[in-house]
């Protein structure tokens, strides 16, 4: 097992963290640890760029466009 040392922790921090520590009848050093594994913990799987835009902006509900006006092809450029 690994170890860390976290230097420069805000007092107000580590306050909240031994109160939550408390709270949980456990160690702060513990609590550290749990609160490290829900964050760290599991690697999750990437999500597809499609479907995360989707995603924020699903509430917000869709509009219907008119689908565009198309005209004929141009002809290829003639590079003689």
């Known amino acids: 097992m690994a170890s ?3 230097r420069n922790l805000d007092d107000d921090v580590k306050h909240r963290l031994r109160v939550r520590a408390a ?3 456990r160690s702060m050093e513990e609590e550290a ?5 829900q964050v ?3 690697p999750s799987a990437p999500l597809n760029l499609g479907l ?3 995603a924020r902006f699903a509430a ?3 509009i219907d466009l008119p689908p ?3 005209g004929p092809m141009r002809p290829s450029p003639d590079f003689e």
């Not at 640890?33 to 594994?37: A, G, K, N, V």
């Open 4 to 6: 860390i040392t976290i």
């Open 23 to 25: 709270e949980h009848g």
């Open 33 to 37: 640890r749990d609160i490290l594994r």
């Open 40 to 42: 760290v913990g599991q």
């Open 52 to 54: 995360a835009i989707h």
């Open 60 to 62: 917000v509900g869709g």
């Open 68 to 70: 565009a006006q198309r």
